[in-house]
């Protein structure tokens, strides 16, 4: 069985990538909210790195996914 059959591949990877990118950003958005009207907020100013570690592994995935689908491209060739 083909990971393609599985519906595994390139766009799954990246959609969920982009995806974890986009909460990530988000939860950085909301987090400078709450810290920038209550003052220093412990939860938030840690949930600021946890977003941070997110968006990187993200970034790592999309990154990932892009390499492998070259390779791929590469074997089919």
């Given at each position: 069985?083909?990971?393609?059959?599985?519906?595994?591949?390139?766009?799954?990877?990246?959609?969920?990538?982009?995806?974890g990118?986009?909460?990530?950003?988000?939860?950085?958005?909301?987090d400078?909210?709450?810290?920038?009207?209550?003052?220093?907020?412990?939860?938030?100013?840690?949930?600021?790195?946890?977003?941070?570690?997110?968006?990187?592994?993200?970034?790592?995935?999309?990154?990932?996914a892009?390499?492998?689908?070259?390779?791929?491209?590469?074997?089919?060739?």
């Amino acid at each position: 069985m083909h990971a393609a059959d599985m519906g595994i591949g390139r766009i799954d990877a990246s959609s969920t990538a982009l995806a974890g990118m986009q909460r990530a950003q988000a939860g950085l958005s909301r987090d400078a909210s709450t810290i920038a009207s209550s003052g220093p907020d412990v939860d938030a100013m840690v949930d600021l790195n946890l977003q941070a570690l997110t968006f990187d592994s993200s970034a790592r995935v999309l990154r990932a996914a892009d390499r492998t689908s070259g390779s791929l491209i590469d074997v089919l060739a």
